[in-house]
């Protein structure tokens, strides 16, 4: 079954500490990934997206992610945390030739900054 | 800003009554889905229109329906309204699922509390 597993619930890191977020998924084939963070009260921002080639992607806000297609992970990076980094964070996978209604979405993991 | 609106942002409602949110997707993109969000389910898929016609259905409910409008925007209505219908509920759309990407933009969302 076609699955995406963040397994971090929630994440604490010290303010200018570096972050990875986790990112399991199981589909039939090499997916699209997605990255999406979500400050309270608003809507989902596309962090950054992998669709092929490097397999490290650059997104928004200094973040990266590294997509290891024998670990089906796409694992989600930052050097330096910003106390405004503080959120929850999806992953997403949706598939290369269908229709974006087969995007699944982790449960997401919330990102806790202390000072 | 993604470029999706939703209206209302913010709605309280009794019990049994039905509300309707509407959402205008980014320019150009044919596809609009609609996601609810609550504490205890996630991010759950509803319901998928690409250019006026109903592409796919995840977890709605018989009591919820939605329709895509020529002008390509779309509404999400809901009736006999419950309790556990208080959620956050996203808009989002994409170009073309068929097209490279598959990348999904979301609106901020339309907070329904049912009291």
């Known amino acids: 079954a076609q699955s995406v597993t963040q397994p971090d619930i929630h994440i604490t890191v010290s303010e200018g500490a570096s972050l990875e977020l986790r990112c399991n998924y199981s589909?039939?084939?090499?997916?699209?990934l997605f990255w999406y963070v979500q400050s309270p009260g608003q809507g989902l921002q596309l962090l950054l997206k992998y669709f092929s080639g490097d397999t490290l992607v650059q997104g928004i806000k200094g973040f990266e992610a590294e997509f290891k297609r024998s670990q089906s992970s796409f694992n989600l990076r930052k050097p330096s945390v910003h106390w405004s980094d503080a959120a929850e964070y999806f992953c997403a996978v949706g598939p290369r030739n269908t229709g974006g209604f087969k995007t699944i979405f982790g449960a997401g993991t919330r990102l806790f900054v202390k000072a | 800003d993604s470029g999706v609106t939703q209206t209302p942002k913010h709605l309280i409602t009794a019990t049994g009554q039905r509300v309707t949110l509407r959402c205008s997707p980014r320019?150009?993109?044919?596809?609009v889905y609609w996601y609810q969000q609550s504490l205890d389910q996630g991010l759950q898929f509803l319901i998928q229109y690409y250019n006026g016609e109903e592409r796919a259905k995840g977890n709605i409910l018989e009591r919820f329906s939605a329709q895509q409008f020529p002008d390509l925007h779309s509404e999400l209505n809901l009736s006999s309204l419950e309790l556990g219908d208080s959620a956050l509920y996203f808009c989002?759309?994409?170009?073309?699922?068929?097209?490279?990407?598959?990348?999904?933009?979301f609106g901020e969302g339309s907070w329904l509390t049912v009291v």
């Open positions: 320019s150009g993109d044919l596809s």
């Open positions: 589909y039939g084939a090499t997916p699209y």
């Open positions: 989002a759309s994409s170009v073309d699922p068929g097209r490279s990407g598959n990348t999904i933009y």
